[in-house]
Nanobody
């Protein structure tokens, strides 16, 4: 299975931007579809962006047009560029395979959007 470490979160003002990084290891990363998930307090963890091994992408309606997922297979990295951030984007962000694997969750990275 893929093992991941997420980074890049932090506190940002509404309208600001952050870029999250996911370093993957432990499997054949280049053949796996990958995604970014987020979980707000008291809410279910949901998929917000996904990318296939070839670069095809899909986004949740809530982030479409604001977030961009990308990957660098040679570096086993997945990224999430988040622009025009809103308070409702506040959550812990995780990367994982798509569909997700229970053994592949990392610690997540906290994103807080607040003025």
């Amino acid at each position: 299975q893929v093992q991941v470490v997420e980074s890049g979160g932090g506190l940002v003002q509404p309208g600001g931007s952050l870029r999250l990084s996911c370093a993957a290891s432990g499997s054949v990363f280049s053949v796996d579809a990958m995604g970014w998930f987020r979980q707000a307090p008291g809410k279910q963890r949901i998929l917000v962006a996904a990318i296939s091994s070839s670069g095809n992408t899909n986004y949740a309606d809530s982030v479409k047009g604001r977030f961009t997922i990308s990957r660098n297979n040679a570096k086993s990295m997945v990224y999430l560029q988040m622009n025009s951030l809103r308070p409702e984007d506040t959550a812990v962000y995780y990367c994982n395979t798509v569909p997700w694997s229970a053994q592949s969750w990392g610690q997540g990275t906290q994103v807080t959007v607040s003025s």
